[in-house]
C-alpha cells in the first residue's frame, strides 16, 4: 500500500509544484517540463505497481452490473470531457476545466464498483487531487470568462464518435490487463 500512496502523492506534488512554487518552477525553464514529466511517468509506474500489490484489506462492496453500467456510462462521458478540450467543441470551450472535470468524473466512476480501500487510496486520492487542482485554478485565475464559439455540428459529431471509439479501444485493453469492464 505504501508504494500505492507514493505514487498518489507524487502526481499531487508534480502537477500542483508550478502552482505552489511558480517562482522555482520558473527558474527550471524547459527543463522542469522534462523532470515533471518524469515525475508523472515514475508517479504512475508506482500507482499500477502498488494498486497491483496492495492487499485488499477492507472491502465495502463490490461490482455489480448496475456499478458497472453506471461507471461505463460516466466514464464515456469523462472521455468526451477529456477529449473536448483538444477538439474545441462546444462543451470544449464553454466550461472552464473539460479536462480536470473529466477526469474528476472517471475517478469518481471507479469507486462506484471498486469498494476496498486500495480504490478508495487511488481513485479517492485522484478524485480529491482534480478537485483541489481545480479550486486552486480557480483561486488564482478568478476572472474566466468563455470565449465567443460557434457550434459546428460535425465537429460535435466528431467529438462523440471519438469518445465512442476511444471509450471502447480503452475498455477492451482493460479487460485484458484487469477487469474486465463489458461483462461480469
Do not use: C
Request: aromatic share 10%; proline share 5%; glycine share 10%.
Amino acid at each position: 500500500m505504501l508504494i500505492l500512496i507514493l505514487g498518489v502523492l507524487l502526481w499531487w506534488a508534480a502537477h500542483l509544484f508550478k502552482r505552489a512554487a511558480p517562482a522555482r518552477r520558473a527558474a527550471m525553464g524547459d527543463k522542469g517540463k522534462g523532470r515533471v514529466a518524469i515525475a508523472l511517468a515514475v508517479s504512475v509506474l508506482l500507482m499500477i505497481v502498488g494498486y497491483r500489490m496492495a492487499d485488499i484489506g477492507t472491502v465495502w462492496w463490490g461490482p455489480s452490473a448496475a456499478m458497472k453500467g453506471i461507471n461505463n456510462l460516466l466514464v464515456l462521458v469523462a472521455i468526451y470531457l477529456f477529449a473536448s478540450s483538444g477538439m474545441k467543441n462546444r462543451i470544449g470551450t464553454q466550461m472552464r476545466h473539460p479536462q480536470l472535470t473529466g477526469f474528476a468524473l472517471w475517478a469518481f466512476a471507479h469507486l462506484l464498483p471498486n469498494g476496498d480501500l486500495p480504490s478508495f487510496v487511488l481513485f479517492g486520492g485522484l478524485l480529491a487531487w482534480a478537485l483541489v487542482e481545480i479550486a486552486v485554478i480557480n483561486r488564482s485565475q478568478p476572472g474566466w470568462t468563455p470565449p465567443p464559439h460557434r457550434t459546428v455540428i460535425r465537429k460535435e459529431a466528431t467529438s462523440a464518435i471519438a469518445a465512442v471509439v476511444v471509450f471502447l479501444v480503452v475498455g477492451l485493453i482493460h479487460g485484458w490487463i484487469g477487469p474486465n469492464v463489458f461483462g461480469a
